[in-house]
């Protein structure tokens, strides 16, 4: 039995390997396929986390190390995650309109980090959990994500940063949302890479929490919206 669990260790490791290399070459094709062939032998049960989510993280961690990453790479990466979702959804139906009521929620870059792929696959997972995403993109500044929550009723708002540089500036949001007495109401998700480097920033810039990766985001987020419903 632990000589079969070493070898699926060492297998899910090359095939790991192999996504990656296929995922920064933008052979998406050739990425699904090895993962049709994986689930093929393995069920689906076990695919996001024993193989999406730590290509996922491998590729994040490229995306923020390399300055010649491309946004063609970082399509890539996103599209195939929903990819993915799609083949465990219509095998487990598991991804569908009756898992919960579809609740808003509202991500986006804080002002002036523009690294959109964390953000991107945060969404792709809140959806596959039935949460209604209002994406606001790059750059987004704390008037901004307030405004939309406010608008849409969003318990929830999830700010991305990539580097401490722009990190710091959610200190902004959560500023304004102290300002305008919505602290009870309205509750901050944080997220990207500089936080598992530096998980104290979290309190530094006035998180409520966070999560390891995009996989277990919609858990955060859903603890957040009860807790957000519980205090307003």
Same mark, same amino acid.
């Given at each position: 039995?632990?000589?079969?669990?070493? !070898?699926?260790?060492? *297998?899910?490791?090359?095939?790991?390997?192999s996504?990656?290399?296929?995922?920064?070459?933008?052979?998406?094709?050739?990425?699904?396929?090895?993962?049709? !062939?994986?689930?093929?032998?393995?069920?689906?049960?076990?695919?996001?986390?024993?193989?999406?989510?730590?290509v996922?993280?491998?590729?994040?961690?490229?995306?923020? $190390?390399?300055?010649?990453?491309?946004?063609?790479?970082?399509?890539?990466?996103? @599209?195939?995650?929903?990819?993915?979702?799609? @083949?465990?959804?219509s095998?487990q139906?598991?991804?569908?309109?009756?898992?919960?009521?579809?609740?808003?929620?509202?991500?986006?870059?804080?002002? !002036?980090?523009?690294?959109?792929?964390?953000?991107?696959?945060?969404?792709?997972?809140?959806?596959?959990?039935?949460?209604?995403?209002?994406?606001?993109?790059?750059?987004?500044?704390?008037?901004?994500?307030?405004?939309?929550?406010?608008?849409?009723?969003?318990?929830?708002?999830?700010?991305?940063? *990539?580097?401490?540089? &722009?990190?710091?500036?959610? @200190?902004?949001?959560?500023?304004?949302?102290?300002?305008?007495?919505?602290?009870? $109401?309205?509750?901050?998700?944080?997220?990207?890479?500089?936080?598992?480097?530096?998980?104290?920033?979290?309190?530094?810039?006035?998180?409520d929490? &966070?999560?390891?990766?995009?996989?277990?985001?919609?858990?955060?987020?859903?603890d957040?919206?009860?807790?957000? &419903?519980?205090?307003g």
């Amino acid at each position: 039995m632990e000589n079969r669990i070493i !070898d699926k260790e060492k *297998m899910n490791k090359n095939l790991h390997e192999s996504l990656v290399s296929a995922l920064l070459n933008v052979d998406r094709p050739l990425a699904n396929q090895l993962v049709d !062939d994986w689930i093929d032998v393995n069920g689906v049960d076990g695919v996001m986390i024993e193989i999406v989510n730590p290509v996922l993280e491998i590729i994040g961690e490229k995306y923020q $190390k390399r300055k010649d990453f491309s946004l063609a790479q970082a399509y890539v990466a996103g @599209k195939f995650a929903e990819d993915i979702l799609n @083949k465990v959804a219509s095998q487990q139906k598991t991804i569908t309109d009756d898992i919960a009521p579809k609740r808003p929620v509202v991500i986006g870059n804080i002002e !002036d980090d523009y690294h959109p792929l964390g953000r991107k696959l945060v969404g792709i997972f809140l959806r596959a959990k039935g949460w209604e995403v209002y994406d606001l993109g790059v750059d987004v500044t704390a008037e901004k994500f307030i405004e939309k929550a406010l608008e849409v009723k969003a318990h929830v708002i999830g700010a991305s940063a *990539m580097i401490y540089s &722009t990190a710091v500036n959610i @200190k902004k949001l959560r500023e304004e949302i102290n300002r305008r007495g919505l602290a009870r $109401k309205l509750k901050l998700a944080v997220g990207g890479g500089v936080f598992k480097l530096r998980p104290e920033l979290i309190n530094e810039v006035g998180g409520d929490g &966070t999560a390891e990766s995009a996989v277990t985001a919609p858990e955060i987020f859903e603890d957040l919206w009860n807790e957000s &419903t519980k205090e307003g």
